[in-house]
């Protein structure tokens, strides 16, 4: 019996291989996101230090407070049209300072010297912040929106003078910001969330009303 040919460009009896459905947007990690509303995992926290370049491969400087414009840090690369990436459109650049304290620990290396080239540094949202994306964060006078992950790349670590930094802040290299309101933001000022990202606060409300009801409580204010 002949063999029934296959259609064009397509070898006899090769099955088409179907790709998997995806289930993340695209640069969005699919992880779980804590409740910014009922403020599991931390909604507040502090500003550890400020880090600005002047140019594009110029040494990192520690301030100790900065002036964040529509467009970006004062003083910094980013603002003045000389950063690396600067196509990529991120105004601010916020990362944990438990990251940063993790990958000491585990790695030996210390970039509290502002090698890691982040903006803000923030203490008490956890090493991760996925849950801040989308949310506005009140950072000193400014408000910030995070818009997704800013991985490291060799670029920083070739900067840094530091081999393996890149992959010890694979996942928790901060995150793109793009500048709500314009502020000035110190070391030492609070940082929190002023208004969670409006899916993850929909999601968070509506379990919490499965539950109660669930729960069978129907208590009326007497």
Same mark, same amino acid.
């Given at each position: 019996m002949p063999l029934r040919a296959g259609r064009a460009g397509r070898a006899p009896? *090769? *099955?088409?291989? %179907?790709?998997?459905?995806r289930v993340a947007e695209a640069g969005r990690p699919e992880?779980? *996101?804590r409740d910014?509303?009922?403020?599991? @995992?931390?909604?507040?926290?502090?500003?550890?230090?400020?880090?600005?370049?002047?140019?594009?491969g110029?040494?990192?400087?520690?301030?100790e407070a900065v002036e964040i414009r529509p467009d970006g840090v004062d003083g910094d690369r980013y603002r003045r049209g000389d950063g690396r990436f600067q196509l990529d459109g991120c105004a601010v650049t916020l990362v944990?300072?438990?990251? %940063?304290?993790a990958v000491r620990e585990e790695t030996g290396i210390d970039v509290s010297d502002g090698r890691h080239r982040r903006n803000v540094v923030v203490e008490g949202f956890?090493?991760?912040?996925d849950d801040l994306l989308d949310a506005t964060v009140a950072v000193g006078e400014a408000r910030l929106r995070p818009t997704r992950r800013r991985p490291p790349?060799?670029?920083?670590?070739? %900067?840094? @003078?530091?081999?393996?930094l890149a992959s010890a802040l694979r996942n928790r290299g901060g995150l793109?910001?793009?500048?709500?309101?314009?502020? *000035?933001?110190?070391?030492?000022?609070?940082?929190?969330?002023?208004?969670?990202?409006?899916?993850?606060?929909?999601?968070?409300?509506?379990?919490? %009303?499965?539950?109660?009801?669930?729960?069978?409580?129907?208590?009326?204010?007497?």
């Open positions: 009896g *090769r *099955r088409r291989l %179907l790709r998997a459905p992880s779980p *996101r910014a509303v009922s403020g599991e @995992g931390g909604t507040s926290g502090v500003v550890r230090s400020l880090v600005t370049a002047p140019a594009g110029a040494p990192p400087e520690l301030r944990a300072a438990e990251a %940063l304290d956890g090493p991760g912040m790349c060799a670029h920083v670590e070739s %900067l840094a @003078g530091a081999d393996g793109c910001c793009d500048v709500i309101e314009p502020g *000035r933001v110190a070391v030492g000022d609070s940082a929190s969330v002023a208004d969670p990202d409006p899916r993850t606060a929909g999601a968070a409300i509506a379990d919490r %009303l499965r539950e109660r009801s669930a729960g069978g409580d129907h208590r009326r204010d007497d």
